[in-house]
Structures are given as C-alpha cells and as structure tokens.
C-alpha cells in the first residue's frame, strides 16, 4: 500500500481543527474496523446529500471548508471522509464515476439536460490489506424519502450506490469508472462537468459555487 494515500494535503487538510473536531468521537476507539464504520455514519448523516451544490475551484473541495457547510455534494462528503481517515492513519483515496439516476430526475434533466451525473465521488478505504469502495454521499432521511436501502460501511465489503429501491424499480446506475485519485484532481472534475455540461460550465466557471 502506498503511503501516498495518508498524505495530508491542500484539500485532505485534516491537521484543520474543523477534521480534528470531526475526528475526535472516533478517535479512541479501539479497532480501525468500528472507525472506518462510525466515521462514515457520520459522514453520510451529517450532511445532507445535495446533487446542485458543484464546484469548480480549489476552496469549494478544501475538507475544512465543506465541513461548515449543512448540505454537500457527493465529491464533497467523499473528500470529508477521505480527511478524516487519514486523520486516523487509515488509508483512503478518492474514485470518480459517471452514474445515472433513474428516481425524481426530472429535476435533473430540466437543470443538467440528462439524468446522467459526472463525476460522481466515492472512496476507496484501504483495511485488512484490501481496497472496499464506498458511497457516504445518501443521508439516511434522503434514503427514505426515496425508498431505498441506507448503505452501511465498515470497511470488509463494497458498499456503492443502490441499483434499485425497496418497489425493484431502477434507482441508480453505474456508467463509467474514471479511476482512483490520491488528491483531488480539480483540472479532471472541471473537463468531465464541461464535456458533459457545457452549458452550466460556460455560465458557471466563474462562480464560486453551482446551486440550482
């Protein structure tokens, strides 16, 4: 395992005292099992899910930052989470995917033009000399509004975004992997939001963030 993936760094800023805060429930306990479990619930629940709020510059994905927010977007709970297990001496680096959601995308499409959502943040959490792959971006209150299972993790198995809801209709959908990251490539996640939304990126690229 490379030590790359416990590097702190500009956006993974976990000496912050916002990611000690953030940390310091889970410190002490006594396996790295219960707080790679603990500090996701934390992060999937802590922070409401919210799919509108995009950035596109270097401030917006600082963990310190995203912390203080009471909404984030799925790249921005993955960074939290990455941040505080690294805090942890936990290994743990950041994965982009292209995902489409099948449930409520109208909204979606009458702001994005498709129901497609690139990039999509998730992590990988090395443990047990493995690399699982992780979703914290669903709170469990969005879960329920939309009738899907809450995913739990604890480090010894995937735990990604669920393909169908509690009625086994099509939720989400897994369309491209961009692959595994040790830092946040805000160069890539700016060229995946203009190819795919050139529009809002055109209108946008100034801003310090997207909301809808």
Same mark, same amino acid.
Request: glycine letters at 0%; proline letters at 4%; aromatic letters at 16%.
């Given at each position: 395992m490379n030590s790359t993936y416990l590097k702190e760094t500009f956006f993974f800023d976990y000496s912050s005292p916002q990611i000690q805060d953030l940390i310091a429930e889970v410190l002490h306990l006594p396996s790295e099992k219960e707080k790679i479990e603990q500090l996701y619930l934390k992060v999937r629940d802590g922070w409401r899910y919210n799919a509108y709020n995009i950035g596109l510059t270097e401030e917006h994905y600082k963990a310190s930052t995203i912390i203080e927010k009471r909404e984030a977007h799925c790249i921005d709970k993955a960074i939290l989470y990455i941040a505080g297990l690294r805090a942890l001496n936990i290994p743990a680096r950041l994965r982009l995917a292209k995902v489409s959601n099948h449930i409520a995308a109208e909204r979606l499409e009458a702001k994005l033009g498709t129901n497609e959502l690139a990039p999509h943040g998730l992590v990988d959490v090395y443990y047990n000399d493995e690399w699982k792959k992780c979703s914290p971006a669903f709170n469990k209150e969005l879960c329920a509004m939309y009738n899907v299972d809450?995913? #739990?993790f604890d480090g010894t198995e995937d735990s990604i975004l669920q393909e169908y809801n509690k009625d086994s209709k099509k939720f989400m959908s897994y369309l491209d992997d961009y692959g595994y990251f040790e830092d946040v490539p805000l160069d890539y996640i /700016?060229?995946?939001? !203009? #190819?795919?939304?050139?529009?809002?990126? !055109?209108?946008? /690229?100034?801003? !310090? #963030?997207?909301k809808f």
């Open positions: 809450v995913l #739990d /700016k060229s995946i939001f !203009k #190819d795919h939304y050139p529009e809002l990126y !055109k209108n946008y /690229k100034e801003a !310090k #963030d997207i």
